[in-house]
Structure formats: C-alpha cells, structure tokens
C-alpha cells in the first residue's frame, strides 16, 4: 500500500491550497483517513480527519481547532483519495504535511496505519 501526496506549495498569506492523497495497492477498505502537519521545530500534529462513513452518510470529520473554519477535509471513497482543501491560509500553517490511512487489505484485517511522504506548504507573510 502506498500513499502518494500532492498539491504543496508556496503560496501569500490569505491564499489557498489543495492538497490530495491517492491511495494504491493492496486495499479492501479504506477507513480513517486524515492529515498530519509537522510545523519547524514542533511535533508531528492532527490537522484533520474523516472517517469512512456508509453508502448513504459522508463520513465524520474532526479539525484541529487551528484550523476549523480554514480547512476542509473531503474523501473520494471511488478514487481512494483524500482531500485538504486549505483557505486563509496563514504564514503558521507553513509545516510539511502527511497524509494519513487506515487500512484493511483484507476482511479480516482490522487495519493498519499508513504514511504518505509529506509535501511542504509554505505560507509567506
């Protein structure tokens, strides 16, 4: 399984960005998906994630309070691809940012977690 990130960048304060995550191989389900952010000099944090819901209801999201209002995370379950998509972008959300999967490569594999390479945003004051 792999997770493959885009969508980085440098961009001016007030601005956006989108980020995408596709996931690839071996994958029966997806389930929690989410991305990660690792600011300079700070740990690695939850920006937000989304569950995998059912076929009738979107899955639950939860945002890092940093970001709510900013951020959106969305999930296209056909695609197996997540996406962040992150408005007034400001020059504290410059870090490198992970994608982030829970997966079940079989029906009996409960899941496991996986990491995509990070891409870097860069926010310019």
């Known amino acids: 399984v792999q997770l493959q990130a885009s969508g980085g960048g440098l961009v001016q304060a007030g601005g956006s960005l989108r980020l995408s995550c596709v996931a690839s191989?071996?994958?029966?389900?997806?389930?929690?998906m989410g991305w990660y952010r690792q600011r300079p000099g700070k740990q690695r944090e939850l920006v937000a994630n989304i569950d995998s819901g059912t076929m009738l209801i979107e899955g639950s999201t939860n945002y890092a309070d940093s970001v709510k209002g900013r951020f959106t995370i969305s999930r296209d379950s056909a695609k197996n691809t997540v996406y962040l998509q992150m408005n007034s972008l400001k020059p504290e959300d410059t870090a490198v940012y992970y994608c982030?999967?829970?997966?079940?490569?079989?029906?009996?594999?409960?899941?496991?977690?996986?990491w995509g390479k990070g891409t870097q945003v860069t926010v310019s004051s």
């Open positions: 191989g071996s994958i029966f389900r997806l389930n929690t």
């Open positions: 982030n999967a829970d997966i079940s490569s079989s029906p009996y594999d409960y899941g496991m977690d996986y």
